[in-house]
């Protein structure tokens, strides 16, 4: 059950310590859950401000601080973990990467890693990237224009997937998008839907905004492995003071109307108190 009482001034930027902590150990325990029920390939999404590359107030050093906490975690109990970032995709001057992971590498190197320093690997995407590693941890893999990164992380599940490791995908983007060669067309498409709907979704959180703005916050939509997809709407007690209050809950992840609905009634029944 979400915990109002710590998660909460989520559009005070940066983020209080408490607050990213509360995030870490939420996810990591959806992705423990996940991992001790037998899944093998799983996503991971945690979009508040400081972890949502559409906004200016995106952090990398929180997500490699929430990355951290899933690796040694999944390292505690003996694995070996390796955690990857995709390499520049194309060839010559039409390689690219994306802005986000951009020197991401290169500050994993100097991370510190703690007592499972040993047992932490680094290295990037593909089939060969399995060999000498028993759980991975994907960072935010994601296509760019003119390339796709489906084909590499789709050789490395099969091949985790042959060896039982298990595979994590943290904040993922995997929408297409179109460029002028139609390397995402319209053509294969399906192939490509058919392959993250293999994922299972071990930990989702976002905000709800009112409008495309990152303020204000309306509420927040929260989803572990095996629970239901809960909706919150954000209320405020007063100055510097709010809480986030349960108003809907879902077998699936609910649709936009659903969740609208949801708001209404949730303001009807206020507004006749």
């Given at each position: 059950?979400?915990?109002?009482a710590?998660?909460?001034?989520?559009?005070?930027?940066?983020?209080?310590?408490?607050?990213r902590?509360?995030?870490y150990?939420d996810?990591v325990?959806?992705?423990?859950?996940?991992?001790a029920?037998?899944?093998?390939?799983?996503v991971?999404?945690?979009?508040?401000?400081e972890?949502?590359?559409?906004?200016?107030v995106?952090?990398?050093?929180t997500l490699?601080?929430?990355?951290?906490?899933?690796?040694?975690?999944?390292?505690?109990?003996?694995?070996?973990?390796?955690?990857?970032?995709?390499?520049?995709?194309?060839?010559?001057?039409f390689?690219?990467?994306?802005?986000?992971?951009?020197?991401?590498?290169?500050?994993?190197?100097q991370m510190?890693?703690?007592?499972?320093?040993?047992?932490?690997?680094?290295g990037n995407?593909?089939a060969?990237e399995?060999e000498?590693?028993?759980?991975?941890?994907?960072?935010?893999?994601?296509?760019?224009v003119?390339h796709s990164?489906?084909?590499l992380?789709e050789e490395?599940?099969e091949?985790?997937?042959a060896a039982?490791?298990?595979?994590?995908?943290?904040?993922?983007?995997?929408?297409?998008?179109?460029?002028?060669?139609g390397v995402?067309?319209?053509r294969?498409?399906?192939?490509?839907?058919d392959?993250?709907?293999?994922?299972?979704?071990?930990?989702h959180f976002?905000?709800?905004?009112?409008?495309v703005?990152?303020?204000?916050?309306?509420?927040?939509?929260?989803?572990e492995?095996?629970?239901?997809?809960?909706?919150?709407?954000?209320?405020?007690l007063?100055?510097?003071k709010?809480?986030?209050q349960?108003?809907?809950?879902?077998e699936?992840?609910?649709k936009p109307?659903?969740?609208?609905?949801?708001?209404?009634?949730?303001?009807?029944?206020?507004?006749?108190?």
């Open positions: 059950m979400y915990d109002a710590v998660a909460c001034r989520l559009n005070t930027i940066p983020h209080e310590r408490s607050t902590q509360y995030f150990r996810l325990a959806a992705v423990l859950k996940t991992v029920a037998g899944e093998k390939r799983m991971a999404r945690c979009t508040i401000p972890l949502n590359t559409e906004f200016d995106y952090r990398i050093g490699l601080e929430l990355v951290r906490e899933v690796a040694t975690a999944l390292a505690a109990d003996g694995r070996t973990v390796k955690v990857c970032v995709q390499q520049a995709l194309g060839q010559g001057v390689q690219g990467m994306p802005l986000s992971l951009n020197g991401v590498m290169r500050i994993m190197n510190d890693w703690g007592e499972a320093k040993d047992r932490i690997k680094l995407l593909g060969a399995v000498g590693a028993d759980a991975f941890v994907l960072i935010s893999p994601q296509n760019i003119g990164v489906i084909p992380l490395m599940a091949a985790a997937g039982g490791k298990p595979l994590v995908l943290i904040n993922p983007k995997l929408g297409d998008i179109q460029s002028a060669g995402m067309s319209v294969g498409r399906q192939d490509r839907l392959f993250t709907s293999t994922f299972v979704t071990a930990y976002r905000l709800l905004y009112k409008s703005m990152m303020h204000p916050i309306m509420g927040a939509l929260r989803h492995y095996g629970g239901p997809w809960e909706v919150f709407r954000r209320v405020e007063g100055p510097g709010e809480e986030y349960p108003i809907g809950s879902f699936t992840e609910p109307p659903q969740i609208t609905e949801a708001f209404k009634a949730a303001w009807a029944k206020a507004a006749s108190c």
